[in-house]
């Protein structure tokens, strides 16, 4: 039996006889101060400790996102919250789901499915906000009645006073669930007294009620030295500092922001089968990626520099939320061309999701579901033809590369896909699946070992598709290690990440906040 099942059979066999606690919310003084991490940390440390708890977080802005079993969207950072407190992700743990579509356009996912696409500006509006506050409390309450306790996320700063009255994720609905309030606050960036000192006295009084904690992250250096900051703001706040988390290097958590590519290694390297992932404006589900930069075995870059392409062994196109002004956008910078030749020259091509779409021969729009281009040719890699359709799919899948793994449970393989879009062989192109799906649909396609797409999400989180891909690169794999088992690294990263920070939070401390009569 898998530890998810293990941790799951005994949590809620616990739980009964475990003492209610109170919701806690993580929120922050800023965007990425770690909220997210710190989330998932405690996820993971109730769990071990016995109780059930599930992630929340009411409104989420991000790219990277994962489909439910119900087939319905949330983002991604819930459902690593989720894996984390090894329970199923469910549409109540991001009720709302933003994802940005231009500079100033997202398309609005509702419990798991797109309602349409609205400007900044409509947005934040006031009209119609109450409507969307009582979806997310709804939510909260369902999850709050099945789970103990419920480990929600703010969003961004608590105190965008601007921002008050429509703010639907952060203070007003820590109220709203009688949530004891962890305030984090990011010291690397610099300013920690004042960023966390501004957002406490910047509440309003029955706000800062709430706030019972404040956590300092990704502190550098020799913790002593700063055990006078903490007298300090404890003093200034009139709040307890209830631990300062130190910055690490070595635990891998699958992050949601965009902020996080700027990490990511740009150059290919040698010894290695390189892997590059092409840079896209608008690239989405980068998480895709994320086995391959564990993988011993392979060196994993981003990347729209031409001459970084043509020493790829292996590119990949990433899924894009604006397939149509993503591909319009490689034409025009010669990464296209870049790409063609690199396939010629013996590199792997391959696509998933809509960079599948540009790898065939048309991406059509008549509708305009993305925006005012209406037919583009692709790359030509694939004999395929896209058109974009209202309806967004949104599903978990498991398949095989033939029936006979399709039925060997050993072989078969999971994912997920979310996309909008229709992808059918062009006239007079032989049928040639990828996958073939549970349910007897087939899935992608496949030219040859060098040329194939998915719209799949997660394929590549499944070894055997991993060591099918690195096959015709045997030759610099001789003497590297054999298949990287992603899923046993992820939970040996999850129990890692609860006991780095259950040596630098007093925990008991947590508990007695908890567990205090309000």
């Known amino acids: ?24 919310m993580f929120a922050g003084t800023g965007s990425d101060v770690g909220k997210s991490i710190i989330a998932a940390a405690f996820c993971r440390i109730f769990l071990q400790d016995g109780y059930h708890p599930a992630p929340f977080k009411a409104q989420n802005m991000a790219l990277n996102s994962f489909a439910t079993s119900e087939g319905l969207e949330i983002g991604r950072a819930q459902a690593v919250q989720a894996e984390a407190a090894g329970v199923p992700c469910h549409t109540d743990m991001n009720p709302l789901l933003l994802k940005p579509q231009s500079d100033h356009t997202s398309q609005v996912v509702l419990n798991g499915r797109p309602i349409g696409n609205r400007s900044a500006y409509e947005y934040f ?185 043509a020493k790829a062994d292996i590119i990949l196109l990433p899924g894009s939320k604006s397939t149509l002004d993503d591909l319009y956008e490689l034409r025009r910078n010669g990464v296209a061309q870049a790409i063609l030749r690199a396939h010629r020259e013996g590199a792997t091509v391959m696509g998933i999701c809509g960079g599948y779409q540009m790898m065939g021969q048309e991406v059509l729009d008549p509708d305009h579901v993305e925006g005012d281009i209406e037919r583009l040719p692709g790359l030509g890699l694939l004999p395929i033809s896209t058109q974009m359709m209202g309806e967004k799919i949104t599903r978990q899948v498991k398949f095989g590369f033939n029936e006979e793994s399709l039925f060997n ?41 060098t040329c194939m797409g998915t719209y799949i999400h997660g394929i590549l989180d499944n070894p055997q598709f991993v060591d099918f891909l690195l096959q015709p690169f045997a030759d610099k794999l001789s003497e590297t290690p054999e298949t990287f088992d992603y899923h046993r690294f992820k939970e040996e990263q999850y129990d890692k990440l609860a006991r780095h920070v259950r040596k630098h939070v007093n925990i008991p401390l947590i508990y007695q906040i908890l567990t205090e009569k309000s």
């Open 1 to 24: 039996m898998c530890r998810f099942s293990v941790y799951l059979i005994f949590a809620v066999a616990k739980t009964k006889f475990m003492e209610k606690l109170h919701p806690i």
């Open 125 to 309: 509006r006031k009209e119609g906000r109450e409507e969307l506050r009582q979806e997310v409390c709804s939510a909260f309450d369902r999850l709050a009645s099945k789970y103990n306790p419920v480990v929600m996320e703010g969003a961004g700063s608590i105190s965008e006073i601007n921002l008050r009255d429509t703010d639907l994720v952060n203070m007003p609905m820590a109220i709203h669930a009688k949530a004891d309030v962890i305030l984090v606050a990011d010291i690397d960036r610099g300013g920690v007294f004042a960023s966390a000192y501004g957002s406490v006295m910047l509440l309003r009084p029955e706000e800062r009620e709430r706030v019972k904690g404040i956590l300092i992250n990704k502190f550098r250096g020799d913790i002593r030295l700063f055990e006078s900051g903490v007298k300090m703001l404890e003093e200034l706040c009139g709040i307890p500092v209830v631990g300062v988390v130190p910055y690490y290097k070595d635990i891998y958590i699958e992050e949601e922001d965009s902020v996080a590519l700027a990490t990511k290694s740009v150059r290919a390297e040698r010894g290695k089968v390189n892997v590059a992932v092409i840079l896209l404006r608008h690239l989405s589900n980068f998480t895709d990626f994320n086995v391959l930069e564990r993988d011993p075995r392979v060196h994993l870059f981003y990347t729209n520099n031409v001459e970084e392409l």
């Open 409 to 449: 449970e050993e072989l078969r393989m999971t994912g997920y896909e979310i996309h909008m879009g229709t992808t059918v062989p062009i006239e007079g192109a032989p049928a040639s699946p990828l996958n073939i799906l549970e349910d007897g649909s087939t899935d992608g396609y496949f030219v040859d070992s």
